[in-house]
């Protein structure tokens, strides 16, 4: 019930099309779910974040679209770049108890120039 | 502010010695997390501090596994006896709240032979 399932594992996108990736969960005492970007070679770093009072975020060209009936969320990149190219973790976080962020497992995006 | 150091970057090793890695978080920051990436797994919590205290460390994969917080900068992640299955990337990550940002360190890439 801890686990937050994210889809798809691979995504290669042309310049300027539109990215999706999925993420789903099971535990409804989620309320906090942020995007992270990762670089090779750097660590995780947030990119948009979102709760469950609203149901979409928009900051730039990264948007999160979250149905809270659904339990599930996903990160659209607009126009997408190459320098977008890079791992994206989308994470879950509950209210309740030990705090602790649950990462899925990840999504390579490759925008191709 | 110079975010979340780690050191080293790099670690390579033999099977059965021990291995040691340091972290020092942002200055103000209540929080401390230790992550290991691997492909297989991908990110797993291991620990985490709050002021100093370990608060979960249900992560923690084995005995040999320890983490120590001895005062608000420093914190180190000790491994012994090291087995080539420990081979991963650590991460050290940082907030000032459990819902707030995690800021991540560069991570050390740890191969034990």
């Known amino acids: 019930q801890q686990q937050v399932k994210q889809s798809p594992q691979s995504l290669i996108v042309q310049k300027g099309g539109i990215s999706i990736i999925n993420c789903a969960y099971e535990?409804?005492?989620?309320?906090?779910f942020p995007w992270y970007q990762q670089f090779p070679g750097k660590g995780p770093a947030l990119l948009i974040a979102?709760?469950?009072?609203?149901s979409e975020k928009k900051e730039g060209r990264f948007t999160i679209s979250f149905n809270k009936s659904a339990k599930q969320f996903s990160l659209h990149i607009m126009d997408s770049q190459p320098g977008d190219s890079a791992t994206y973790f989308c994470?879950?976080?509950?209210?309740?108890?030990?705090?602790?962020?649950?990462f899925g497992t990840g999504t390579r995006l490759l925008v191709s120039p | 502010d110079a975010g979340v150091i780690q050191s080293p970057r790099h670690e390579v090793t033999e099977m059965g010695q021990e291995v040691t890695l340091r972290c020092k978080p942002i200055?103000?920051?209540?929080?401390l997390f230790w992550y290991r990436q691997t492909m297989m797994r991908g990110l797993e919590l291991l620990i985490y501090f709050n002021n100093n205290v370990p608060i979960d460390d249900s992560g923690m994969p084995e005995d040999r596994f320890s983490a120590k917080m001895p005062n608000a900068s420093f914190s180190t992640l000790k491994i012994q006896p090291s087995e080539p299955r420990d081979s991963a990337v650590y991460f050290c990550?940082?907030?000032?709240?459990?819902?707030?940002?995690?800021?991540f360190g560069p991570g050390t890439r740890l191969t034990v032979l």
């Open positions: 200055s103000g920051h209540d929080y």
């Open positions: 979102i709760r469950p009072d609203v």
């Open positions: 994470a879950a976080m509950g209210n309740t108890g030990f705090q602790k962020l649950v």
């Open positions: 990550a940082s907030s000032l709240y459990t819902t707030d940002t995690q800021y």
């Open positions: 535990n409804t005492a989620f309320d906090y």
